[in-house]
């Protein structure tokens, strides 16, 4: 099946500084990803979808001044934190989704960014 | 999409089969009913999905009823590493028009040795 890769898996960073995590598809095109939140025993949310080479839409409630998203090629998409606070402090999933034979949508294994 | 209600958690027996309910009563004719089951502190894992028709794969078999308003996952011989949150989800047929999988809350499965 296809593979979604995300780095790094953790991350500890300060308050106030930003934090880059990087998705990527590994063996297909990724014309779409998703990126969602995860907080302790809550579900996943989503905070964005971005097709490629376009603006990212955001649902409502997530700034989209502080979570930057980037999905420049069809292989990789990434979610900078900006100035980030304890409360940034969560578990973050990225998804991709393709064509053909990869319209289904596959997750990576996730990053856990704390912020101290 | 039409929304989904699973029981939140569900013990199990190693070694014994795992059947996972999940209620969809406004199922409408086009949406298929997936399964995903995240691990704790990973992402999300496909299971399996289905139409109308049940479906058996090497994970688990999907038994959906025939009315489809609601459905069984079921691990025939779960073990300890079947430990994890299983999430019901009706969508679309996935294309390029489809939309992202929306979780809900899930049902915890804790298999007990």
């Known amino acids: 099946g296809a593979v979604v890769s995300q780095h790094p898996s953790r991350v500890i960073c300060k308050s106030g500084t930003s934090v880059k995590i990087e998705c990527r598809s590994l063996d297909f095109q990724a014309t779409t990803m998703f990126w969602y939140r995860q907080f302790p025993k809550q579900s996943l949310m989503l905070m964005a979808t971005s097709n490629e080479g376009s603006k990212a839409t955001y649902e409502q409630g997530v700034e989209k001044d502080k979570f930057l998203i980037n999905h420049a090629s069809l292989t990789l998409s990434t979610l900078t934190v900006t100035s980030a606070h304890p409360e940034d402090s969560s578990f973050y999933i990225c998804?991709?989704?393709?064509?053909?034979?990869?319209?289904?949508?596959?997750f990576g294994p996730g990053t856990r960014l704390t912020v101290t | 999409d039409a929304k989904t209600t699973q029981p939140p958690s569900m013990d199990c027996a190693e070694g014994r089969a795992a059947n996972l309910p999940c209620n969809h009563s406004t199922i409408s004719g086009n949406e298929y009913v997936y399964w995903y089951r995240q691990i704790h502190s990973q992402g999300p894992q496909y299971i399996i999905h289905g139409l109308k028709n049940n479906e058996t794969n090497e994970m688990a078999s999907l038994i959906i009823t025939e009315d489809r308003k609601s459905s069984t996952l079921i691990l025939p011989h779960a073990t300890l590493r079947d430990t994890a949150v299983y999430y019901c989800?009706?969508?679309?047929?996935?294309?390029?028009?489809?939309?992202?999988?929306?979780f809900g809350s899930g049902t915890q499965l804790t298999v007990l040795p």
């Open positions: 998804s991709a989704r393709g064509s053909g034979i990869a319209y289904e949508q596959y």
């Open positions: 989800i009706v969508r679309v047929a996935p294309g390029t028009s489809a939309r992202q999988l929306t």
